[in-house]
């Protein structure tokens, strides 16, 4: 048996603010744009290993979700995976068909801090913040060298909340 956490992420066009130390009343100068062209990440997270899993689709609905639940079930066959999702339309949709080696765990609602992978997300954004991308390509292509450069240390790193490690940690023991 195998927890993983999955949510879904949007990376568009538009620019990302962050902080930025500038000189004190001097606000920060970089180039900026509004374009609302966007694409998505579908992604699933074992905080216990750092192993993910990842795919892009263009929206989120639950044709594209039930693709990538039927991908993750080819990458994971010889488990029961257990999937913390949210409380997405997708997620509940009675067109949706769960593979049986997935179990969706519903997490409460309103609660993504709740959810690992919504740190891994911020990870990833953190490194676009004051980007500017032309085109939705070049965006696409910076996500993927992000995605590749993730070790499954530094996913356990970010997804490794103590309260979950210690409930699989016990788990392992009965």
Not at 44 to 55: K, R, W
Not at 68 to 89: A, H, T
Not at 112 to 130: F, S
Not at 131 to 137: C, P
Request: with cysteine; hydrophobic share 45%.
């Amino acid at each position: 048996m195998r927890y993983f956490a999955e949510d879904e992420s949007r990376f568009g066009l538009k620019t990302l603010l962050g902080r930025v130390i500038t000189a004190c009343g001097v606000k920060p100068i970089g180039t900026w744009q509004w374009l609302f062209k966007a694409f998505w990440i579908y992604g699933a997270v074992e905080p216990a290993t750092g192993d993910s899993f990842f795919l892009q689709f263009s929206q989120v609905d639950t044709d594209c979700y039930q693709q990538f639940l039927n991908e993750f079930s080819r990458q994971y066959p010889d488990s029961l995976n257990i999937l913390q999702v949210d409380n997405g339309r997708f997620h509940t949709s009675k067109d949706l068909v769960v593979p049986e080696n997935i179990i969706l765990l519903f997490q409460p609602p309103y609660c993504p801090e709740l959810n690992p992978i919504e740190r891994l997300w911020q990870h990833l954004k953190a490194q676009l913040k004051w980007a500017s991308f032309k085109t939705l390509e070049q965006l696409q292509s910076k996500v993927d060298q992000l995605l590749a450069e993730l070790t499954p240390e530094i996913v356990a790193s970010i997804t490794g909340f103590d309260f979950i490690l210690e409930a699989l940690s016990a788990l392992n023991t009965v």
